[in-house]
Each structure stands twice: as structure tokens, then as C-alpha cells.
């Protein structure tokens, strides 16, 4: 079916006390996979990419966003689940902009460089922009800390203060509002301290959705207690690329490519195609979280 609201999803799984997961794609498989999840469970899905990696300054190969916009379009016009399609913390307005005409009817920009006077500006910006184009504008108050696996360290990052937060909601008029409160971006061993004390407050002060990013380092009870509290929209990156990651290890581990027919490898989609095997790992994940968060069997309701 066509694209649907992100803040629909949102202000549904809001009134009825679960949150709607965004899955964060990278490709084409991965993307796949949080909609065949998706389906699976007959749950409401927000499919879409990181801008901060397609927009990278570090690429040696330049992506084109137009691409990843039509082809998330695509995938939600030939499933009959609700859909929104978010082009997640892009550090660039251009970007956003080339996101928004082809085909993302979510935005977020992503920059802890800006004043908060800055910030609102430009936000106020992209809402009129996104608005007019029939899309939606996510923004972040607070920083989340990163997680380092290799160094093994968290940044600091600052929670977000509710009352600049509901400042910054009122002028600048974003659709959704990301928080920091405890969650952590890339955290893969042990778990975020998340501040339910924030969240009530947030919740209280807060006029607009909020949106729980860090979703891979957050337990399972916590997420449920954060979801009961009313964050309605969940973030889930790094835990599908690790799983991506390890089922193509672990099949070059255990076969000999080098003596196998390509084509079955890769391309062909039956059981010995490796794309498949990390298409299906995904999902798997992505199955958990949906069931974590409790959007499961509530497509049809929307
Ligand atoms: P993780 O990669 O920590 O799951 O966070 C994803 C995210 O918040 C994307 O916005």
C-alpha cells in the first residue's frame, strides 16, 4: 500500500500502549528482511536508512539517497502493511532534501554542532519543507552517548533537559522528538541505564511522540517499561548488521566457496544462498523486537 504516516504509526501505537520499531536497512536484503518480519507479525513497520552512513564523508564509493528512496517506496507499495519509510540522522539539508523528492516522507538531521537557536532554525526549516511534501520531521534533544567496540568505550553524552525540550518542539514544530535518557547508540555488551524518572517527565512536558534510538543496547524489560511509559517509536541498527555480519561468517566458515557454483551462493535464493541465510538472520531479530515492543498484530488495526 502507499507510504503512511511515521507520526500515525506513532500516535496509534501511542493510544494503544506499544511502539511501532524502526529497522534500520542498509541494502536491499536488509530492508527486505524487516518487512518479511514485519509481515510475519502483522505489525506496522517503519522501513529506512541511516543518513549519517549513505551520506558519509568517509565513502569511497558516492551513493546516490535517490536510489534507497525509490526502492523503500517500492517495498511498501507491494506489501498491504502499513509502512512509513524514514531517512534517519542525515548530517546534511541537502540530502534530506534530495531524501524527501524521492520518496522518504520521514526526515531527521543530526547535528550536535548547531546552537539550540541554530537548530530550531533549521528544523523550522525542514518541517515547512516536509510538510508541503507531505512528510514528517523527527528531531533530537539531548545527545545520545556511542558505544566503541573496538576501544571498548562510551562517549558522554548529555540527557535531554525536558523543559528545552518542549521549548524546542513549540518553535521549531517537529512531528516526533528523539530523547536521551540513559539509551546509548552502538552498544552491543551489557546494557543502558535508562532514567524512567526522565521519561515520565518527558512525557508530561513533551506535546509531540517520542522516539527511543539505541534500541540494540536496551534490555528487554527495559524496553517494555519504556514502551509502557509511552515511548512510542523504537530504533534498532547495530544488533541487524552484527547478525547480518555473523551468519556470513559463519557460512564462509563452514563451506568451501571456492568449490561451489557462485550462483548458488549468491544470487540463486535457494537454501545454500548466503544473501538468504543473513536476510533470514535478520528478520529473526527483528521478529524479537517486534514482539518486545508489542506491535505485533496490530497492521490491521491502522
Ligand atoms: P543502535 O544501532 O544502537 O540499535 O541504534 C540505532 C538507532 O538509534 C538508529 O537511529
Redesign the pocket.
Given at each position: 500500500m502507499a507510504l503512511v504516516s511515521m507520526t500515525g504509526l506513532m500516535n496509534h501505537a501511542l493510544q494503544n500502549g506499544y511502539a511501532v520499531g524502526y529497522f534500520?536497512a542498509w541494502n536491499m536484503e536488509s530492508i527486505l528482511a524487516v518487512v518479511d518480519a514485519a509481515e510475519r507479525t502483522n505489525s506496522p513497520v517503519i522501513i529506512g536508512f541511516?543518513g549519517q552512513f549513505i551520506g558519509s564523508k568517509k565513502r569511497t564509493v558516492r551513493e546516490n539517497i535517490e536510489h534507497y528512496g525509490y526502492l523503500g517506496k517500492a517495498i511498501a507499495k507491494n506489501t498491504k502493511l502499513p509502512v512509513a519509510l524514514l531517512l534517519?540522522?542525515a548530517h546534511t539539508v541537502d540530502l534530506l532534501i534530495k531524501g524527501l523528492h524521492s520518496g522518504f516522507n520521514a526526515i531527521m538531521y543530526e547535528s550536535h554542532d548547531l546552537s539550540i537557536e541554530e537548530f530550531t532554525s533549521l528544523n523550522k526549516y525542514l518541517v515547512k519543507t516536509a510538510h508541503y511534501l507531505g512528510a514528517v520531521v523527527e528531531a533530537e534533544i539531548g545527545q545520545l552517548p556511542d558505544s566503541d567496540i573496538s576501544s571498548n568505550t562510551i562517549s558522554k553524552g548529555e540527557k535531554t533537559d525536558p523543559d528545552l525540550a518542549a521549548k524546542f518542539v513549540e518553535e521549531s514544530g517537529v512531528d516526533a522528538l528523539a530523547v536521551s535518557v540513559g539509551n546509548v547508540?552502538?552498544?552491543e555488551s551489557g546494557h543502558a541505564e535508562i532514567d524512567f524518572d526522565l521519561i515520565r517527565c518527558l512525557r508530561k512536558k513533551v506535546k509531540v511522540p517520542l522516539v527511543l534510538?539505541?534500541?540494540?543496547?536496551i534490555s528487554e524489560d527495559d524496553l517494555r517499561q519504556a514502551v509502557s511509559l509511552g515511548m512510542c517509536k523504537v530504533?534498532?541498527?547495530?544488533?541487524l548488521k552484527r547478525a547480518y555480519l555473523k551468519s556470513i561468517q559463519n557460512y564462509l566458515g563452514n563451506h568451501d566457496v571456492d568449490h561451489m557454483d557462485p550462483h548458488n551462493v549468491i544470487g540463486r535464493g535457494g537454501s545454500m544462498d548466503m544473501l538468504c541465510g543473513a536476510r533470514e538472520a535478520i528478520a529473526e531479530e527483528v521478529v524479537r523486537f517486534i514482539k518486545i515492543i508489542g506491535s505485533e498484530n496490530k497492521a490491521h488495526l491502522i
Open positions: 534500520e541511516g534517519n540522522e547508540h552502538l552498544l534510538h539505541g534500541g540494540t543496547g530504533n534498532v541498527g547495530t544488533i
